[in-house]
């Protein structure tokens, strides 16, 4: 399903953002009110598509590889909105950003994509003492490297894909299970390293989220996640969706 806002479609919309968030990130240009207006018009063409596009049954190794990039549309909207310059506004951005990165980890959850240290980390009551607190960052970060060397790698994979002479429905594959990896790691590093390393919004959320959706059971229990952020975990889900879906309030 393919939303229109002004003539432009959701993957337009989505390449278009992503173009901008590339450019920022590596210092070639670009604002951040132009890169957040960006993914404000992703976001707002993906909400009406998201039952078409994430059936609630479904597992995050069910989804077609062409819509696993559309999970992350909030968690770089929020990303985008934390770093706005407007200071006047900065506790409204602050506020909206959390919510859309809490949408983004209520959105995985459903699907049975985070694992049980991610999940630990997320519904954290209590602040961890320093020599744990420290053991997790040293932890993650060593994860994010991995990813990080992970994505380098794929890209390779798929430049060098691009210039070989393949049987056409092979190399068709093969692409496609380099893109899919690509996405699937571009999320575990969202989720494992960045977000839930530098973003300790559990402990809060209760403040902002809506009234009566703090402690919201969507279900019985799920199985064990299949997807294991590329590694054995022995990942469970907790059941404690608590954000509604689609939550990222202007």
Known sequence: MEGHHSGITLPAAFAEAWKRQRS????AGGKAEEVFGAWERCNALLQPALPALFSRNERLDDFNTSTLKYLLVPYYLGGALAQLPALAKRAHHLKRAQACFSAFLAELERHEGLTREDLNV???ET???PTARRTERINRARRERELQL???ELHQRRGISALAGHDEEDEEHADEEVEREI????IQL???CRLLRECPFRRQRTSWMPRGSSRRDPGPRRKTPRFQARRPSGSVSNGRCSVPRGTCPR
Not at 24 to 27: K, M, P, R, S, V
Not at 183 to 186: G, R, S, V
């Open 127 to 129: 602040q961890l003492q």
């Open 24 to 27: 920022l990130d590596a210092g």
């Open 150 to 152: 992970a994505l380098q």
């Open 190 to 192: 969202a989720v494992s």
């Open 122 to 124: 997320w519904h954290r």
């Open 183 to 186: 996405w699937l790691n571009t």
